[in-house]
């Protein structure tokens, strides 16, 4: 068997369970393979003398570049925990070939988490510092992955002080979130970024963390001391491009079982926001779900604890004259003080300073705001603001920059919840695009206003070439219904929008029926070449039904359909258990239909 040939049958051989009779039968082809170059040997409980069997072998071979020996969160280490990271270390410390490695899940520190959630084993810092003891010395990992390790506040200081004191390191990211740093564990690493020697490190996850003494369920003592450490570090880094602090508690509240609880202080993020003000290397943060605003939602939905603009107008200030930030998450923190559901007294005063700063502010090019709730008038004027900054490429994952370069035939946004400041913005880019002929906007939270607004951009866009639009999942009223009939009646080139899982009445339901009977066009987005349509489980209601109905009449439209499906809804009103009200009118529409639609031949 040639060496290509192996190298394609080596490279995955991950789940077989080779343990480490296999592994050692495996060895002397890794070390004589001269092809392979990239290998998984995840979950296969190599335990230590496996693992030092491969890695022996990998000692001698030079051309494999990534490596997979990672174990499983519930099945337990592959490498036999510390014991088996010793031989990994000192295969690490002597190849200068590979470039990436795996070993996540590999209970490192002797420690690890059951089903249960306790924890279990004795902790041994042996086997994580032959590991950064490696890191400080190799020249070739630009990869190494070492999260659920529960490698501690030590253990990733060790990490961080070895990659930061190795002048020849390549690691250009590491992934540290979700791993219980606390704030003494934070002081390490920001004390080892302080002085760093390497400039390869330039991207760090501490998302999910205890950055300021709490989890997620309130479990510890606030303090500000971890994030004011992490401040003070951005001041003086000049490596670190990119830092994710996203979930971590930086304004001191959290919710318990749903309940709010703790105390709101601005301290952390005042600290950051300063920081940012003087920064001369971070280019992007992620400071989502961290409560900027004091408030947060239940497990029933409402609205627990008080609004305070204190931490997101610090925010803003500092985006006022930092010239170096270009990405800028802030989503999911109920800025304007409503929650998902609307509940809650909505201000405008937060979103009101940001989009005062995006005016000014000449470097961010991707912004993200999604899942706040923006509305009314703070979403006019965010909306204004991006549009009106020609240095934004990226909003709420909407591409503006090939946007407004009219370089799109198709714009697919389905389930980005860009919500209603996202749609003003879509409607403000639309007169530009004179190209694009499908634009899908499904389930983003557009509400009447960002509908109307988008199609209020297409009516007056006498050019548009839009053959197709999704409405659908959007929270769409009777004012936004409309609207889109407005704009359906004058627009030439449409032939398929769809607008199923709204909130219509059968009013305007009938309505938006008469109006797309009478230009030929598709409701519930059927395509004319259409030959079946699954519309199952979908929770589609009786003016739902009534929008089916328009199309199925329509031989125009679904003249092609054979097979049709629309089981397991609500087009009568009921649901499983028989709750709401019952109604014939969705479905006595679609009886209509079926007696002059001659085409179909299948429907449940």
């Known amino acids: 068997m040639n060496a290509l040939v192996c190298s394609r049958l080596l490279r995955s051989l991950s789940q077989n369970r080779l343990g480490a009779e296999g592994a050692a039968a495996l060895a002397p082809a890794l070390a004589a393979n001269g092809a392979l170059t990239k290998l998984s040997l995840a979950q296969n409980k190599l335990e230590e003398e496996g693992t030092k069997a491969i890695c022996e072998a990998l000692e001698q071979n030079t051309t494999l570049k990534e490596l997979d020996i990672s174990g499983h969160r519930f099945l337990g280490s592959n490498i036999e925990g510390s014991a088996g990271a010793k031989h990994v270390a000192k295969m690490l410390g002597v190849n200068g070939g590979l470039t990436s490695i795996d070993l996540r899940d590999n209970q490192l520190c002797g420690i690890w988490i059951d089903r249960r959630g306790n924890q279990n084993g004795t902790n041994t810092a042996e086997g994580i510092v032959a590991i950064a003891d490696a890191l400080r010395v190799n020249g070739s990992l630009t990869s190494v992955k070492l999260r659920d390790n529960r490698l501690g506040d030590e253990g990733w200081g060790a990490i961080f002080a070895a990659i930061c004191a190795n002048k020849d390191s390549k690691i250009m990211s590491l992934d540290a979130s979700k791993e219980n740093i606390g704030p003494t564990g934070v002081k390490l690493i920001t004390e080892a970024l302080r002085m760093s020697v390497t400039g390869a490190l330039t991207s760090l996850d501490l998302s999910g963390n205890q950055l300021c003494g709490l989890d997620l369920y309130g479990r510890g003592t606030y303090t500000a001391e971890g994030i004011t450490a992490i401040a003070d570090a951005l001041r003086v880094n000049g490596g670190l491009t990119s830092i994710n602090l996203s979930g971590n ?35 992007s943060i992620d400071l989502s779900r961290n409560q900027l605003c004091g408030i947060w939602s239940d497990n029933y939905g409402n609205q627990r604890g008080t609004y305070t603009a204190e931490g997101i107008t610090a925010i803003a200030d500092a985006l006022g004259v930092d010239g170096g930030l270009t990405s800028l998450n802030l989503s999911s923190n109920q800025l304007c003080g409503l929650n998902h559901l609307g509940r809650g007294t909505y201000t405008a005063e937060g979103i009101t300073a940001i989009a005062d700063a995006l005016r000014v502010n000449g470097a961010l090019t991707r912004v993200d705001v999604r899942r706040n709730n923006i509305a009314g008038d703070g979403a006019v004027q965010l909306a204004a603001a991006v549009l009106c900054n020609l240095k934004i490429e990226m909003f709420n994952e909407i591409p503006i920059k090939e946007m407004r370069a009219n370089s799109l035939t198709k714009l697919d946004l389905m389930r980005k919840d860009v919500g209603v400041a996202g749609g003003m913005v879509v409607a403000g880019l639309i007169p530009v695009m004179g190209a694009l002929t499908a634009l899908n906007l499904f389930s983003n939270d557009l509400k009447d206003e960002g509908v109307s607004a988008v199609c209020e951009a297409i009516q007056s866009n006498k050019e548009t070439k839009l053959a197709s639009l999704n409405f659908g999942n959007n929270g769409i009223h009777p004012v936004g219904a409309n609207a889109v009939a407005a704009m359906v009646a004058v627009t030439g080139a449409l032939t398929a929008t769809n607008l199923l899982g709204n909130w219509f009445d059968a009013e305007s339901a009938k309505m938006l029926a008469e109006v797309a009977k009478q230009k030929g066009i598709s409701l519930c987005g059927i395509l004319r070449d259409q030959t079946t349509a699954n519309f199952s489980n979908q929770n589609l209601k009786p003016p739902d039904a009534i929008l089916l109905a328009s199309d199925l009449s329509q031989v125009v439209v679904t003249g092609g359909l054979t097979s049709l499906d629309l089981s397991n809804n609500e087009l009568c009103g009921l649901d499983d258990f028989g709750r709401g009200t019952y109604t014939a009118v969705g479905i006595t529409a679609i009886a209509d239909a079926l007696r002059v639609n001659g085409g179909l031949t299948k429907i449940e």
């Open 249 to 283: 508690q930086l304004c001191g509240i959290y919710t318990y079982f749903g309940e709010l609880r703790g105390t709101y202080t601005a301290v952390g993020i005042a600290a950051i926001a300063e920081a940012l003000r003087v920064n001369g290397g971070l280019t």
